[in-house]
Every structure is written in structure tokens, then in C-alpha cells.
């Protein structure tokens, strides 16, 4: 008898010796879970079923609801894969339900770890699955090893995975970060090191989320030793203005729970909990020894703390251009949508998550995506890529010479790229990680992908995250744009007269600030003295009016114009009138 079919039997024999409470050495977790597979969920053993695949639609419903976690997770994901690649590990990041909503793996196995199940849209629940890294972490809400015959199904059993769990902020289950092998040592205990690479994968993970969704809120990090606290601590709270618990990573509950008693740690005080008042805060700010920043736990305990002060809320809603980086600072005016654009960018530029910038032909796409670069980690090259016409052996050409270093690559317009190029661009990502993409697309490519002209899988090695920049139309930073426009054509004393400043502020600008230069130019060309009146300015590029675009929202239009219904009506090609009536048909007021 064959070798792996001994081993089959053997293993659905164990099953039904652990169901009739016989011990066979196996952990409790495992043992516990094979019985629910079979008295809760009806599995059979004996069946052979394959990996459990969810629909396109149905993984991108998955993805769009955890595309916040995604994106945060995504840079220590990369930088994980980058650690266990040389050894053959797959990585899947997997929602709260078992889904699969990311996967860093190596492309040659692409055929094996789909048909395992270790790929985008595989579902790990344990009611399907049965007993598996993902399911039973799932279910216990702990971490996890499932090796090789731990595994329920005949299926799994070459596998070796080993998940731990990522909580929210209020402590419920958000992910689940799963890295496996297709096949792995036999004794369990070689896991040991995937183990505790998961575990602070997923700890990471929590308190960049806790960072990021408490802004406006003290956060109060901590660590039983004081040597790692600032760059890496163990856990984190956020407090409101009272002192209050209102988010926390799952390492700290673990910390605070016996502190806490038998009562959920949010909404309790944090003076109820430790010898800390919000008011002591301040002194646990940088500027002091880790060592001597003591926090001192009600049940006796001592752990080490470091306290973030709460950004303002107007620092958030309306960011000074001076609070942002060089080359982002000079990006927009005083415009509250492109500022708090920038402030997300500033914060994505030197982490290494693939970003798409999204707008209109002309509105500086090349521009944000160099000023990202120039912000992020190191010295490395940019690598600048126009997608239009080129083919599979154009991308090798373009890109083959690469290499392992760290570099930034642009590419303008993926949405024009055919399927061979696509798969040629899809395996030079994968031959770099440490490559960091950034597009520029005219389109949605997210609609491309549901249509089934991009392929789905590069466009989520290229779409961590989206930045759509606005169109001039939308702009509320208008005129200084137009003074910085002028200023750089080093237009001597020249000025705009009112009029032609009123005028070039009236136009829809369908090719956006680059037809806007271009109109400068020509008028700081022809104008004969110091003041450049509407005599000096072309004529728009595309003399005959547009249809209003549906995509228009005309409360942002309003904003852009100062609610002057005569210039939002020249922009969108109609009536002042016919602005008058959108106006009172969607209830909307001036501000005050």
C-alpha cells in the first residue's frame, strides 16, 4: 500500500480515536477543533475537497470592507515577506471572516498555492476549511500553529500554517495574518520562528491602526522594558481629554486585563487602572530617559511608557502648508481637501505601500508622485515609465535591470497596458520587493479590474491606496495657484488685471493646470506692458462648451467658485440660471 495512502488512514483513524475521548498526544486546540469539524459542522474526514475559492465579486465586497486595514498593514507585510522569502513562505492576510483579502508569495508557485488555497480569495473559515491556521485562530482568537496533520482535511495536510490575530481598536477581531508553508520539516517546533515573525507582524499592525484612527487622542504606549519603547513598544492605548480608555491594540488588554478586573478595559480611566492621571501625560513625552518613565499598575506591576500628544482637529481638517514636507508644501494653497490629501501623503511617503494617484489629464499627477518620492526613506533612484504603447518585452526592457535595490517606480497610465505587459509587469514586481510602485491613472482602475482589462492581481500589487487629486475646476486655491503660475514664468512686474483674472477663473479648464501654464504662457508672451488684461489671454483650448460632466458635484464647484453662481455657470457650459435651479433643487445654502 501506497505510503500516502497509510498516512491518510492513519490520520482519519486519529480523528475518530480524539472524537471518542481517546488521547493521541495532539494539542488541545487541535483536538478541540476536529471535534467541532465533525459534531459541529457536519465534515466528513475521509473527504478529499479542494481549497475553497470565493467569486470576483465577492472578494472585492471583502477587500472594499477591510481596504483601511489593508493599506495600513500592507508596508509590514512587504517588509515581513522580504524576511521569510529565501525559505518559501506565503503570507495572507485574511478579514475577520477567513477570506483572504491579501497574499505576498512567490509567483513560480503560482499554480501550487492557488490549488492549496494559499492565494487572493481563498476562504479559511474552519466551517469550510476545517482545521487550519486561519479557522481555528478564527474561532479562538488566539495565535496559532496548524502543522501538517493538525490540519482536518486530507487536502491540508502537507500544509504548515501558523496565524495570529489582529484586533480593531475596540478590541473586537478585525484580520487574521497568516504565514504558511506548502511543505515544511516535520517536527512542529520548527514553526517556533514563524510563530513570533507573526506575532509582532500583527502587533505592528494594531498599533499603526490605534495610530492612525486616534489622531485627536492622547495614545500611551508601553512596554514591560525600556530599551525598545519608542520605535517598537508592546502595546498602546488611546485616551480621550478625560483620561478615558477609548481604543487599545490586544496586547494591551493582555497587559491591563488583571488591572482592570473582570470589566472591559474601554471606557475605564486610566487612572483606575495605573498611578497616571491625562495630566501626567506631558512628562512621559521624548525629552525624558526611557528608564525613567515609569508607569506603576494598580496589581503592583511596573511597565515603561511613552505618551503621543493628540493633534489638533484644525491642524487635521485644515493643515498649514508649512507643517508638510518640502516637496509636498509647495503642492497647493489654501485649498481643505488638497491639504488634507497632502497630509495623508506625507504620512504614506516613506512607508513603502503602492499608491495610485488618480484625476484628470493635467492635474499633477507626475508632480504629487515625485514629491512622494523626494519625502520618502534614503536615496534611490525614480524610475519614470509612460505605459502607453509598450508591450511585454518593452516592460523587461524598461525594467529588467532593477535588481533588489530600493527604488521608486513611476508609472504613468497602467491602464494602457495590454494583457502581455501586464503579466511582464506583475513578475518584475514580484522579482523586486523592494520596489515601490506608484501610478498615475487618468481612469478608474478598479472599474478596469471589474470590466476585465487589468489584471486583478497587479492591480492589487499596485493599489495599496488611492490619492485622487482634484480638477482645477474643483480647486479652491485658485488664485494662488495663478500667482505661483505667474511668479515661476518669471513674468518680470507683470500683473493680471482684475478682469483677466476673473476671467481665467471662470474657465472649466478641461486640461487643468496644464492648459492653465499654457494659457500663461501665452499671455505673458503677448501682453505689451506691465499689466495683462483679457486682451493678452487665448481663447480656451476647447472653444466649444462641454456637457456638464454627472461626475461634477456642484457643492464642490460652489466652494471652488466662492458661490458665485455666474462663474460656476461658465465652468459647467450652462445658464446662470440653470445653476440657480441645481442650487435650490438640492436644498443647498451658502455657509454662514
Not at 483513524?13 to 459542522?41: H, P, Q
Amino acid at each position: 500500500m501506497r505510503e500516502d495512502v497509510v498516512r491518510d488512514i492513519d490520520h482519519v483513524t486519529e480523528i475518530d480515536r480524539v472524537l471518542k475521548g481517546i488521547a493521541t498526544g495532539r494539542d488541545d486546540v487541535v483536538a478541540a477543533s476536529w471535534r467541532r469539524c465533525v459534531e459541529s459542522y457536519g465534515m466528513d474526514p475521509t473527504r478529499v475537497e479542494a481549497a475553497h475559492i470565493v467569486t470576483e465579486a465577492q472578494l472585492r465586497e471583502h477587500r472594499e470592507q477591510a481596504e483601511r486595514l489593508i493599506a495600513i498593514a500592507r508596508s509590514g507585510l512587504q517588509a515581513l515577506f522580504r524576511q521569510v522569502a529565501g525559505q518559501n513562505y506565503v503570507l495572507l492576510l485574511a478579514d475577520s471572516k477567513g477570506v483572504t483579502v491579501d497574499f505576498f508569495g512567490d509567483p513560480r508557485f503560482e499554480d501550487d498555492l492557488r490549488d492549496a488555497g494559499l492565494y487572493l480569495g481563498s476562504d479559511w473559515s474552519e466551517d469550510l476549511a476545517g482545521t487550519c491556521g486561519v479557522g481555528s485562530c478564527i474561532v479562538t482568537g488566539e495565535a496559532v500553529t496548524i502543522h501538517q496533520s493538525d490540519h482536518f482535511g486530507l487536502a491540508h495536510t502537507p500544509l504548515s500554517c501558523t496565524a495570529a490575530p489582529i484586533y480593531d481598536t475596540g478590541g473586537s477581531l478585525a484580520a487574521v495574518l497568516d504565514i504558511s508553508l506548502l511543505r515544511s520539516p516535520t517536527p512542529k517546533a520548527s514553526q517556533n520562528l514563524a510563530m513570533n515573525l507573526v506575532r509582532a507582524s500583527a502587533r505592528r499592525v494594531e498599533m499603526a491602526n490605534l495610530m492612525a484612527m486616534t489622531r485627536r487622542d492622547w495614545v500611551l504606549r508601553f512596554s514591560a522594558s525600556p530599551e525598545f519603547l519608542e520605535v517598537d513598544p508592546e502595546a498602546a492605548v488611546a485616551l480621550d481629554g478625560s483620561g478615558r480608555i477609548i481604543g487599545l491594540t490586544g496586547a494591551a488588554r493582555s497587559l491591563l486585563g488583571a488591572a482592570g478586573g473582570d470589566r472591559p478595559l474601554i471606557g475605564q480611566r486610566i487612572d483606575a487602572l495605573m498611578d497616571l492621571s491625562v495630566d501626567d501625560l506631558p512628562d512621559l513625552m521624548r525629552g525624558r530617559p526611557a528608564e525613567d518613565r515609569v508607569l506603576r499598575l494598580k496589581d503592583g506591576r511596573g511597565l515603561f511608557g511613552h505618551a503621543i500628544a493628540p493633534q489638533t482637529a484644525h491642524g487635521l481638517a485644515r493643515r498649514h502648508a508649512n507643517d508638510l514636507p518640502g516637496a509636498l508644501s509647495s503642492f497647493a494653497g489654501p485649498d481643505p481637501a488638497l491639504q488634507r490629501l497632502l497630509a495623508e501623503a506625507a504620512r504614506l511617503a516613506r512607508t513603502g505601500i503602492p499608491l495610485v494617484i488618480a484625476g484628470e489629464t493635467g492635474t499633477g499627477k507626475e508632480r504629487l508622485a515625485r514629491a512622494l518620492h523626494v519625502c520618502g526613506p534614503g536615496e534611490r533612484p525614480f524610475r519614470h515609465v509612460v505605459c502607453a504603447g509598450l508591450g511585454s518585452a518593452g516592460v523587461e526592457a524598461a525594467l529588467g535591470d532593477l535588481g533588489d535595490a530600493p527604488a521608486t517606480l513611476f508609472l504613468d497610465g497602467p491602464e494602457d497596458l495590454g494583457p502581455g505587459a501586464q503579466a511582464a509587469l506583475l513578475s518584475v514586481l514580484s522579482r523586486a520587493p523592494r520596489l515601490r510602485a506608484i501610478s498615475a491613472s487618468r481612469g478608474d482602475l478598479a472599474e478596469a479590474c471589474r470590466e476585465g482589462r487589468f489584471r486583478r492581481d497587479l492591480f492589487f500589487r499596485l493599489a495599496g491606496l488611492t490619492l485622487a487629486v482634484p480638477p482645477l475646476r474643483h480647486r479652491q486655491d485658485f488664485d494662488w495657484l495663478l500667482d505661483r503660475l505667474l511668479t515661476r514664468r518669471k513674468a518680470g512686474d507683470r500683473q493680471l488685471s482684475p478682469a483677466a483674472r476673473a476671467e481665467l477663473k471662470a474657465r472649466a479648464w478641461p486640461g487643468n493646470i496644464r492648459e492653465l501654464e499654457n494659457a500663461l504662457d501665452v499671455a505673458v508672451a503677448l501682453a505689451e506692458g506691465p499689466v495683462i488684461d483679457t486682451a493678452d489671454l487665448p481663447p480656451p483650448a476647447c472653444a466649444q462648451a462641454a456637457e456638464p460632466d454627472p461626475s461634477d458635484d456642484l457643492e464642490t464647484l460652489l466652494a471652488a467658485c466662492d458661490w458665485n453662481m455666474a462663474r460656476v455657470a461658465r465652468r459647467l457650459g450652462v445658464n446662470r440660471s440653470t445653476v440657480m435651479r441645481r442650487v435650490r433643487k438640492s436644498g443647498l445654502v451658502p455657509p454662514a
